[in-house]
């Protein structure tokens, strides 16, 4: 068999290897970490705010949110409760680690949070812990998931959100 047989597969081969080897897209990672940093801020605001318009340009259309009460919460559901329970809420948040993805595309955080706030009349203080994920949508961050742990259960946990 002469050389000449192999010439296509060889040319196949070299192809491959030179697309693997092009340039690939070169993601500012503190820049990104900057701007899921200030989704997280904004994001608090609007909470401690009760301003769900604003919370949910922060949040994919299909976010997810679990509670330290066991429970998925979706904008509605969280405004229920907060508008039936939660008054002069204060977020101070500690703690924020954000990783992203090699890709550019996903990212997660952890953070701390302490809240005060009046809970069915009577003052609070609740710390938290957090875990929330992010996707990057034409290159705005987006919140898609939010999970929520108390360090000590803050009311009475009997209070829940009915959930569709």
């Not at 296509?8 to 500012?28: F, T």
């Not at 900057?34 to 605001?45: C, G, H, L, P, Q």
């Not at 976010?63 to 039936?84: C, N, P, V």
Request: charged content about 25%.
């Amino acid at each position: 068999m002469s050389y000449k047989s192999y010439l296509p597969a060889i040319m196949v081969v070299l192809i491959l290897i030179l697309i693997g080897c092009g340039e690939r897209k070169k993601v500012d990672v503190e820049a990104e970490k900057t701007k899921i940093d200030s989704v997280i801020t904004a994001f608090n605001s609007a909470v401690e705010q009760q301003d769900w318009e604003t919370l949910s340009k922060y949040v994919s259309d299909d976010w997810t949110h679990y509670s330290h009460l066991g429970t998925k919460w979706s904008i509605d559901e969280m405004r229920g409760f907060f508008a039936q329970h939660i008054k002069d809420h204060t977020i101070n948040l500690s703690n924020k680690k954000i990783e992203i993805s090699e890709s550019g595309d996903l990212a997660w955080a952890t953070f701390d949070e302490n809240t005060s706030l009046t809970f069915d009349g009577n003052p609070a203080n609740i710390n938290a812990i957090f875990t929330a994920i992010f996707k990057n949508q034409n290159g705005e961050w987006e919140m898609v998931h939010l999970h929520r742990s108390a360090e000590k259960p803050p009311m009475d946990t009997t209070s829940t959100v009915t959930t569709k």
